[in-house]
């Protein structure tokens, strides 16, 4: 079993923010997969996909993403998911709006949605998928920066960075992790 977590803030006045690319990824792959994101537990919603006899869970904490630990580790812990089998996607300040990078492990980072998982999972070590939103200009205060939306010159570059992600998502259903590292970075 795998488990495929998207980072965002639930609610309309959150769709589309730098702060909800993770989330963004996870509504491609829910037409991609024809999911039905409509199990509500764990404090978040989620489908299964197969992959064969497999079963990929795709969840959306519905925590605010500085609780996102509490949707992922219940829902692990309750089908018995192993750390290297879980893939989060969340947005990064320290790469450029479009990149992405994919990790096996690391720190937080300072991302408060990834310290909530380390800090609800016992461990950093679990795969993720970053994409970059960039940092905001002096004297704009980090949080209304993840929370905005991204100017017009950058849709285009997130969208994409969005889909390669979704890519990379789908890449990991039929391939080890470190290969799909090895082409997506």
């Known amino acids: 079993m795998k488990l495929v977590v998207g980072l965002g803030n ?10 909800n690319v993770g989330f963004d990824v996870i509504d491609v792959l829910e037409k991609k997969w024809r999911l039905d994101l409509s199990e509500q537990k764990f404090k978040g919603v989620y489908g299964v996909e197969r992959n064969g006899t497999e079963k990929i869970f795709v969840l959306k904490p519905l925590t605010y993403m500085n609780l996102s630990g509490e949707s992922v580790g219940a829902l692990m812990k309750y089908f018995q998911i ?86 990379a998502v789908d890449t990991w259903k039929k391939e080890p992790f470190l290969q799909v590292m090895n082409k997506f970075n």
């Open 10 to 19: 639930p609610g309309k006045k959150y769709d589309r923010t730098r702060h």
């Open 82 to 167: 192993e750390p290297d089998n879980l893939l989060v996607i969340y947005d990064d300040l320290d790469l450029e709006p479009g990149k992405i990078r994919l990790r096996q492990k690391g720190s937080h980072g300072g991302h408060n949605g990834i310290k909530s998982i380390i800090q609800h999972t016992g461990t950093q070590n679990f795969n993720r998928v970053r994409i970059g939103i960039g940092r905001p200009d002096p004297g704009l205060a980090v949080p209304d920066y993840v929370l905005g939306k991204f100017p017009p010159e950058d849709q285009p570059k997130v969208e994409d960075a969005v889909e390669r992600a979704a890519e």
